[in-house]
């Protein structure tokens, strides 16, 4: 089973609507510029990768589920999940069987504001392992990104962040609404990303897009557990009896 994670850092380059319905088109322009430019983009994203996995001309239609999560109006279809980081968008297209969430964060500077934010709501083991990495800043940031794939997931959020645990040290998580779940990020040198999954995903596959093609750069194996020197991945660790 493969997930597909793709993203696009926008330039001043158009948003190609080739591949969008008149429904997705005519809704964006109800929406304010900036927003507009968003919104089209990444179902834009979206409708590259549906064409390039699946073979679908035209991106499906498109409902809301909850929380106002969008979602394919089709259940057949896979879910997907969409995030955002300055001027990068990216879309998450999660396996037939799994329910995906997606995180992204830029590295920005030491402000006190920023820290202060990133370690709210941190638990103190969480903290423990933060001050025991070569790059707290940066650690910190990476968990910040792996809590917010994993509360993306459909009805995560409902049950209210503290009911999602997260054991670094361990390389393991536990989510009450997904009990199956595992989330796996990357430090990059800009930006970290997460991806989460409501089950075991054994491959996700990283894609680039400059606005006109969309190119594979690599096949992540999740399930290894020598996926890259910044590379952290939680499992999910059993509920409790």
């Known amino acids: 089973m493969a997930s597909h994670f793709a993203r696009w850092m926008m330039t001043h380059v158009s948003v190609p609507a080739r591949h969008l319905p008149d429904p997705v088109i005519n809704f964006a322009h109800s929406l304010p510029e900036k927003r507009r430019a968003r919104y089209l983009a990444s179902r834009a994203l979206l409708a590259e990768l549906m064409l390039r996995v699946y073979g679908i001309s035209v991106l499906p239609e498109l409902t809301s589920g909850k929380n106002g999560r969008p979602c394919f109006a089709d259940p057949e279809l896979p879910d997907f999940s969409i995030a955002y980081a300055g001027n990068i968008v990216g879309v998450l297209l999660a396996d037939e069987e799994s329910y995906g969430g997606l995180g992204m964060e830029f590295v ?134």
């Open 108 to 241: 920005r500077a030491h402000s006190r504001q920023t820290i202060e934010q990133l370690a709210s709501g941190l638990s103190s083991g969480e903290k423990a392992w933060i001050r025991a990495q070569n790059e707290p800043y940066e650690a910190a940031t990476q968990l910040w990104t792996i809590r917010q794939s994993v509360l993306k997931l459909p009805d995560e959020a409902n049950h209210g962040v503290h009911t999602l645990r997260l054991l670094p040290a361990s390389g393991r998580l536990r989510s009450l609404a997904f009990p199956d779940a595992q989330a796996i990020s990357d430090e990059e040198d800009l930006m970290v990303w997460s991806c989460a999954f409501s089950h075991g995903s054994d491959r996700l596959h990283l894609w680039d897009y400059d606005g006109t093609v969309l190119a594979r750069r690599y096949e992540m194996l999740t399930t290894s557990q020598h996926v890259g020197p910044r590379v952290l991945r939680l499992t999910s660790l059993p509920l409790e009896k």
